[in-house]
């Protein structure tokens, strides 16, 4: 099956400075790549993916780069704001046609104002 | 703006007790995950329905876990008896996946808590 690591497991940057958190996949065949987001108390919703036919798919403040000969995608929030804080999740699925997608680990990013 | 629902929201019980956590997947999708999450493990999967048949539930305790569908819209999940260990938030989550893609965007409920004493 497939396996998905996340890093950094947390990350705490200063109001408008970068963050890039980074996931490394197994599958060469995983061609989706979601990013999702979770705030206190709630359930994850997902913020930006990418499909393995694009390098970069840009949304506003966030964008996910996927380097699929090195098996990593990343995810990039710009101009980071204190709103930005939560656990950030990656995933990608695995072939051969099970449509259940491996979560990271998760990324805590706080955003200090 | 279409959500997933799942009630209660909130749930604490005694160990022994039987505990059902519902959910609604969003009307449409044909993919139901059930997720345990907590500190320790992250988010787990626990059971996958697609066209409200269980595909996979490798990651459920079959013992005391069941996943179900009644209908299209209603997943269950329950458990019996219930141990302080499966004290955790447990979520649904529900997608379209269509042929020829292998996989799709999933859609979280908020979560049921459950605390076991």
């Known amino acids: 099956g497939e396996n998905v690591e996340q890093h950094p497991s947390t990350l705490s940057v200063q109001e408008g400075d970068s963050a890039v958190i980074k996931c490394t996949y197994s599958?060469?065949?995983?061609?989706?790549f979601p990013w999702y987001k979770q705030e206190l108390g709630k359930g994850p919703q997902l913020i930006i993916d990418i499909r393995s036919n694009v390098g970069e798919k840009k949304d506003q403040r966030i964008a996910v780069t996927l380097n699929k000969t090195a098996k990593h995608f990343s995810l990039h929030i710009t101009e980071t704001q204190p709103e930005d804080s939560a656990v950030y999740f990656c995933a990608a699925p695995p072939s051969g046609g099970s449509y259940i997608p491996t979560f990271g680990r998760g990324t805590s990013l706080i955003v200090h104002p | 703006d279409a959500r997933v629902t799942q009630t209660p929201r909130d749930k604490v019980t005694e160990m022994g007790q039987e505990v059902t956590m519902r959910c609604q997947p969003i009307l449409g999708h044909n993919t139901v995950f059930w997720y345990r999450q907590t500190m320790m493990q992250g988010l787990e999967l626990l059971a996958y329905f697609r066209n409200r048949a269980p595909l996979d539930d490798s990651g459920m305790p079959k013992d005391r876990f069941s996943a179900e569908m009644p209908d299209a819209t209603l997943a269950t999940l329950k458990i019996q008896p219930s141990e302080p260990r499966d004290s955790a938030v447990y979520f649904c989550?529900?997608?379209?996946?269509?042929?020829?893609?292998?996989?799709?965007?999933?859609?979280f409920g908020p979560g049921t808590r459950l605390t076991v004493l």
């Open positions: 989550a529900s997608g379209l996946v269509l042929a020829g893609l292998s996989t799709d965007t999933q859609y």
């Open positions: 599958d060469s065949a995983s061609n989706y």
